[in-house]
């Protein structure tokens, strides 16, 4: 009954820039924490990013000072500018989120489908 949605992807140079998105959708009631996953061909996934509902913040440290989590929680959605791009960057890049929904106690985690980022020149 919850659904991500990412956003955003697609074929960039080394040191070039690209901002994912991902929007939630469904009987939702309170989202908490937020977050990126990413995932390259052959490598286990591992974290980018997560933010709080009160906007607080944690990086990864392949990513601190180039990437940039944010959240519009009147849209339900969440962000990922990304800067100085490297060809280490080229993954499948998830959303996830910890989400409450309408009339269940416990939240739950929801993941996307996955928005391929790759960086070549």
């Known amino acids: 009954q919850v659904q991500l949605v990412e956003s955003g992807g697609g074929l960039v140079q080394p040191g070039g820039s690209l901002r994912l998105s991902c929007a939630a959708s469904g009987n939702i009631v309170r989202i908490n924490v937020m977050g990126w996953y990413r995932q390259a061909p052959g490598k286990q996934r591992e974290l980018v990013a997560t933010?709080?509902?009160?906007?607080?913040?944690n990086d990864a440290d392949s990513v601190k000072g180039r990437f940039t989590i944010s959240r519009d929680n009147a849209k339900k959605a969440v962000y990922l500018q990304m800067n100085s791009l490297n060809p280490e960057d080229t993954a499948v890049y998830y959303c996830?989120?910890?989400?409450?929904?309408?009339?269940?106690?416990?939240?739950?985690?929801?993941w996307g489908q996955g928005t391929q980022v790759t960086v070549s020149s």
């Open positions: 933010i709080a509902s009160d906007g607080s913040t």
């Open positions: 996830n989120a910890e989400i409450r929904i309408r009339n269940f106690l416990l939240p739950s985690e929801y």
